[in-house]
């Protein structure tokens, strides 16, 4: 840091695209709050400005977005209720439009020709497009910088942030800091050591020669110790689990053959493990949506909106997630889904849109009469929205053998493809669009602690934001498709809901309650990514600073017994983004975004047109950052 009169001096800790998207940020609004001054960013990372980490180029070209590149952008738009000013670009498919006709002069790797050639808006284009995506929307941003405002970038990884008024950042192998006015750490997933149950299978695996894979980011660990013909327990049944399948599979010269009417059959290399894969709920992510939305255009929020948070806070006491918050968010899942049944398949009810709406708009949610009335409305179950049941689709059902559970298992898993790839179920998608619009909302709630405690941090943190990745976040449709062909192949073979796992005579016991029997293995993975937890954080940088007592974990108070319950994530000011110290002060200088922050964001990049809350956020950190250098 210098004089007044040189350049403001900020460190972005983490050059992913919640970086770049506030680098994006802070150059949209320096006209309005620069000033004569000046900024210098420090883009501080060892992985590729823009692709960062996780959408890198150096990955497996297998592995896959499950986003369509329609549904991707990394730009605001008029729909984003910011502070600062509109600057708007392409998304991931008009980019690749773009490059396609030579507007944009993108140097593209030779090995994405064909699939930049063959991509259209409803392809589920590979991680490393999307990382050249990044990489040219990094450069477009530097590009467009003001006059001003300066960028440097450094390859290495920060090690530690020190100092009271100007903040040193150490940058590993360098002995001296950079000295800085404001540090912003773009956190993403949390790597974290193992937690006590978790060790105790890693201890067990070791006095046993077995092999135990902890929670992890999949396409950072090495499974290449895991033996072909091995027999291996998987727990997880999300994305995690569909990138394992594949990188086991076809990543060790497995191939798939493409059958007539769209199936597949998987040809073994005889370098598989045979995988058995279970879950709490049992079953796969929901698949894709393949279409688009046929009906009138919907209007969200409408039943979880400012107004309907409001009355929830005005009423005395904590609030209850499942008894006073989920009525009105699925209410408004539920307003969604049928609007577009509504509209868009008007020949499948027998109300007109209009009377079912106001008759809609004055009956609470998960009532007699609100059963009533989609009865008399919907004539078939099938078009019915049934949020339990979409939740849990094994609950209470039991099989007396693993094939008949599996040959169960292959018809859901059949039935979830076609309902996803058939328009005649569009609502579908309405339901999906609710689901954002309440993920955006939501945090507007979390901000003012009025939740119960515990009820935050099951009911929020555990179930919704899971049944959120399970109905919204699911793998595209080939991914499931796959998944039935190394089933069929023997590759792979399905445990059931709720999976447990045993330790007995030396080796790891599967089991699970939807039918009898167990299955011994010598190797258990974990399918999925670490729980947010500052305590067990692995990163060198926030554990130094959490030692310092310059990082603290957030805690939810509980209104009633006084007590504070650790909730894992990095404690920020959800209004400003302001880094919470271990003393529960707000620091002046420090700040943090990401999805495991007391702000709950969702990640970087997100569909367009959707007011979408990491784009609100980055904008909101940007102008607070901009402030203090005036």
């Given at each position: ?225 895991v033996r072909p013909g091995e027999t291996v327990l998987v727990r997880g049944f999300g994305l995690a689990f569909v990138d394992l399948m594949l990188l086991l599979t076809e990543g060790r010269g497995g191939r798939f053959e493409e059958l007539s ?370």
């Amino acid at each position: 840091m210098a004089s007044a009169d040189s350049p403001f001096e900020l460190a972005i800790v983490g050059a992913g695209p919640r970086g770049i998207c506030v680098l994006e940020r802070l150059s949209a609004n320096a006209a309005e709050l620069l000033g004569e001054r000046g900024l210098r960013v420090h883009l501080i990372d060892p992985f590729p400005p823009g692709p960062g980490r996780v959408w890198r180029y150096d990955q497996s070209p297998l592995l896959r977005m499950n986003s369509m590149p329609e549904d991707v952008t990394m730009f605001t738009d008029e729909t984003v209720k910011m502070a600062g000013p509109v600057w708007p670009g392409p998304s991931l498919s008009e980019w690749a439009a773009r490059v396609r006709d030579g507007k944009l002069d993108v140097d593209v790797a030779a090995d994405l020709h064909d699939e930049l050639n063959s991509l259209d808006s409803t392809s589920f284009p590979t991680r490393r497009l999307q990382s050249a995506y990044l990489d040219w929307v990094y450069r477009y941003v530097l590009a467009g910088l003001p006059a001003g405002i300066e960028v440097v970038e450094h390859r290495a990884r920060a090690v530690d942030v020190s100092g009271d008024g100007p903040q040193d950042v150490w940058l590993e192998g360098d002995p001296r800091p950079l000295r800085v006015d404001a540090v912003l750490l773009t956190v993403g997933h949390l790597d974290a050591v193992p937690d006590e149950r978790e060790n105790e299978l890693v201890r067990f695996a070791a006095e046993h020669d077995l092999a135990y894979y902890p929670a992890g980011y999949t396409a950072d660990v090495d499974y290449s110790a895991v033996r072909p013909g091995e027999t291996v327990l998987v727990r997880g049944f999300g994305l995690a689990f569909v990138d394992l399948m594949l990188l086991l599979t076809e990543g060790r010269g497995g191939r798939f053959e493409e059958l007539s009417g769209g199936a597949l059959r998987y040809h073994p290399s005889g370098a598989e493990p045979v995988l058995h894969v279970g879950s709490r709920r049992g079953v796969p992510y929901h698949a894709k949506t393949g279409y688009r939305l046929r009906g009138k255009p919907l209007q969200l929020p409408r039943f979880f909106d400012s107004y309907a948070i409001k009355k929830l806070l005005d009423q005395p006491g904590q609030l209850n997630f499942y008894d006073d918050v989920w009525p009105h968010m699925a209410k408004e899942i539920a307003w969604g889904y049928y609007t577009e049944l509504f509209t868009g398949h008007p020949e499948r009810v027998r109300l007109d849109f209009a009377v079912f709406a106001d008759a809609f708009a004055d009956i609470p949610w998960d009532t007699e009469e609100m059963r009533t009335l989609i009865d008399r409305a919907v004539p078939s179950e099938v078009d019915k929205l049934d949020l339990r049941r979409l939740d849990r689709p094994l609950a209470g059902e039991r099989f007396e053998s693993a094939e008949v559970f599996g040959k169960h298992l292959r018809e859901y898993i059949e039935g979830d493809l076609a309902r996803r790839a058939d328009v005649e179920f569009s609502a579908d998608l309405g339901a999906f669009m609710a689901l954002l619009s309440v993920v955006g909302q939501f945090p507007s709630l979390v901000a003012t602690g009025r939740l119960d405690a515990r009820s935050q941090l099951s009911d929020v943190d555990g179930w919704w934001f899971g049944f959120f990745s399970y109905f919204a976040s699911g793998p595209p449709p080939r991914r499931l498709q796959e998944l039935l062909a190394l089933q069929e192949a023997g590759v792979v073979s399905f445990l059931g809901e709720e999976m447990r796992v045993a330790t007995e005579d030396g080796c790891f016991v599967g089991s699970s309650a939807s039918y009898p029997g167990t299955v011994e293995a010598s190797t258990l993975i974990e399918a999925r990514l670490p729980e947010p937890s500052v305590r067990r954080v692995s990163d060198e940088l926030l554990r130094a600073m959490r030692d310092a007592g310059a990082l603290a974990e957030e805690t939810v108070a509980d209104l009633v017994s006084g007590a504070k319950l650790p909730s894992g994530r990095i404690h920020t000011r959800v209004a400003d983004s302001r880094l919470v110290d271990g003393a529960g002060n707000p620091h002046r200088s420090r700040f943090a975004v990401g999805p495991h922050t007391s702000a709950r964001s969702p990640g970087a990049f997100t569909r367009p047109r959707t007011n979408a809350l990491p784009f609100r956020q980055n904008d909101a950190v940007a102008r607070e950052i901009l402030g203090l250098s005036s």
